[in-house]
């Protein structure tokens, strides 16, 4: 069964982030504490996700050992590919997210982990963007279900 393994806000740009057990999602306005909490141009910048396994694959390409939260993802799922989610709804508790599109990855993260080839390998592999479509609150190892 798809579920979180892991969540992660920062509430400053260019911050470190941290693990938080549990999140409160607000609809139209992002999670609570998040640095996009009510600061986001579109509505898909709510709220973003990566599965483990991306993570996983980028620190066996690089052979490394990159931390979930060093991708700067707030939700890392695990048992769900997220690729397939786009203009598509999942549901976490009573959070319903609309996921919208593809969330690339950046020269911004490739510089802060100082991986050259960062963008390239992590290419339709970085996570996707999601809006929040019903407001709630998640916990670690939340099960995912996929509504439509």
Same mark, same amino acid.
């Given at each position: 069964?798809? !579920? %979180?393994?892991?969540?992660?806000?920062?509430?400053?740009?260019?911050?470190?982030?941290?693990?938080?057990?549990?999140?409160?999602?607000?609809?139209?306005?992002?999670?609570?504490?998040? $640095?996009?909490?009510?600061?986001?141009?579109? !509505?898909?910048?709510?709220?973003? *996700?990566?599965?483990?396994?991306? %993570?996983?694959?980028?620190?066996?390409?690089?052979?490394?050992?990159?931390?979930? !939260?060093?991708? $700067? $993802?707030? %939700?890392?799922?695990?048992?769900?590919?997220?690729?397939?989610?786009?203009?598509?709804?999942?549901?976490?508790?009573?959070?319903?997210? !609309?996921?919208?599109? *593809?969330?690339?990855?950046? $020269?911004?993260?490739?510089?802060?982990?100082? @991986?050259?080839?960062?963008?390239?390998?992590?290419?339709?592999?970085?996570?996707?963007?999601?809006? %929040? @479509?019903?407001?709630?609150?998640?916990?670690?190892?939340?099960?995912?279900?996929?509504?439509?």
């Amino acid at each position: 069964m798809p !579920k %979180i393994k892991a969540i992660n806000i920062t509430n400053l740009s260019g911050e470190g982030t941290i693990y938080v057990n549990q999140a409160i999602l607000k609809r139209n306005k992002g999670i609570i504490n998040d $640095r996009y909490y009510e600061n986001f141009k579109k !509505k898909y910048e709510q709220v973003t *996700l990566i599965e483990s396994e991306k %993570i996983s694959y980028f620190n066996n390409t690089v052979k490394s050992n990159f931390n979930y !939260k060093d991708f $700067r $993802r707030n %939700i890392i799922t695990t048992g769900i590919d997220l690729n397939k989610m786009v203009n598509k709804k999942i549901q976490i508790n009573n959070v319903v997210l !609309k996921v919208h599109k *593809l969330c690339q990855p950046c $020269r911004y993260l490739q510089n802060k982990l100082n @991986v050259d080839n960062l963008v390239k390998i992590l290419m339709n592999r970085g996570g996707v963007c999601a809006e %929040i @479509v019903q407001s709630g609150i998640i916990s670690n190892f939340d099960g995912i279900k996929i509504i439509n």
